[in-house]
């Protein structure tokens, strides 16, 4: 483990300060903080020649500075002679913007990808990509984990019964088939239409889920329309009590006030994106996705495979 060092930027504190804790891995020191004008300022002040670096680093609000700063972090660690740089991204920003759906868009997805590996990232560690084809996106080697182990251990103790999983649009119906199975459970799926990127509406329900207890299941909350339209649909439906079980808590706009005001019982998140103070609610649990990160890493630092930290959910 002596080769082993752990850096993290200034996105996801408290998840770095949990991770190297698992590994019982003292942080680096590292300073990155700003110029006067908001330029980024950045100093390894720990030795990492030759070593085998984890940096960690969530690509969420504010997105475009988190990512800049970690470009920089893989600059600086490059030209500090380390041995292998490992960008541990546990939220994976920009990754809807995957694919021209309309005409002069761009692929931003494959933008940060190319960023990444420019700026000497050897390999990427991340967690529930909005679509596993962004790993397509890059060239070094990419571990995907799920936290779909973390929410079942989760809500198998609340021994719900008459379960139904809910995908709330047809783009998750493979992550949603995944949690069905793990909790042998039915399968319903929402047809969401987004009519802007703000707002959605419910068109139909696929599926079984009148007198059903529900977990909707996701990879992203952001403004929140996406889960509180499909509860609010669910529920008219005949739904019993709806929870949601989301990887990446972004809560953008008002969504913790959507949430509040709406059918859903709870909704569980990881803490992949900390939860600000302003964000806390009597009706988000988190869960921690550090223990999974913390063996994903000690299994590639002694180059052991991962695969078994995902073998029976790869979807
Ligand atoms: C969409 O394809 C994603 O899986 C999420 O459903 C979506 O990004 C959530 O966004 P919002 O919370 O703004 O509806």
């Not at 998750?172 to 929402?190: E, H, S």
Request: hydrophobic letters at 45%; a positive charge; glycine letters at 6%.
């Amino acid at each position: 483990m002596d080769k082993m060092v752990i850096l993290s930027g200034n996105s996801n504190k408290e998840l770095s300060a949990k991770i190297s804790k698992e590994l019982k891995a003292k942080p680096a020191d590292i300073m990155a903080t700003r110029f006067s004008d908001g330029e980024i300022r950045v100093k390894i002040e720990d030795n990492v020649r030759g070593k085998d670096v984890f940096v960690i680093q969530s690509n969420c609000p504010p997105v475009n500075e988190n990512i800049m700063e970690l470009l920089i972090i893989i600059d600086a660690l490059k030209r500090a002679s380390a041995n292998r740089i490992t960008a541990v991204i546990p939220y994976f920003g920009y990754a809807r913007q995957d694919r021209k759906d309309q005409p002069r868009v761009p692929i931003t997805a494959k933008l940060v990808a190319n960023l990444l590996t420019v700026a000497g990232a050897s390999r990427v560690l991340t967690l529930d990509l909005h679509a596993g084809q962004v790993q397509g996106f890059f060239d070094i080697p990419l571990d995907h984990l799920f936290a779909i182990n973390v929410f079942v251990d989760y809500f198998k103790k609340l021994k719900l019964n008459n379960l139904v999983i809910v995908s709330p649009d047809v783009g998750g119906i493979k992550m949603a088939r995944a949690y069905a199975k793990k909790f042998r459970a039915g399968l319903a799926i929402v047809d969401k239409r987004r009519n802007t990127p703000e707002a959605t509406e419910v068109m139909h329900i696929l599926g079984e889920v009148k007198g059903k207890n529900v977990i909707l299941v996701d990879d992203i909350i952001a403004t929140g329309s996406s889960l509180v339209e499909a509860a609010k649909a669910l529920k008219e439906a005949g739904a019993k009590n709806i929870f949601a079980a989301i990887s990446h808590g972004i809560l953008s706009a008002n969504a913790v006030e959507k949430l509040e005001n709406s059918d859903i019982d709870y909704l569980v998140i990881t803490d992949s994106i900390p939860l600000g103070e302003e964000k806390k609610s009597k009706k988000i649990k988190v869960v921690s996705v550090s223990k999974l990160f913390a063996e994903a890493i000690r299994r590639i630092h002694f180059e052991q495979s991962i695969s078994v930290l995902f073998d029976s959910i790869r979807r």
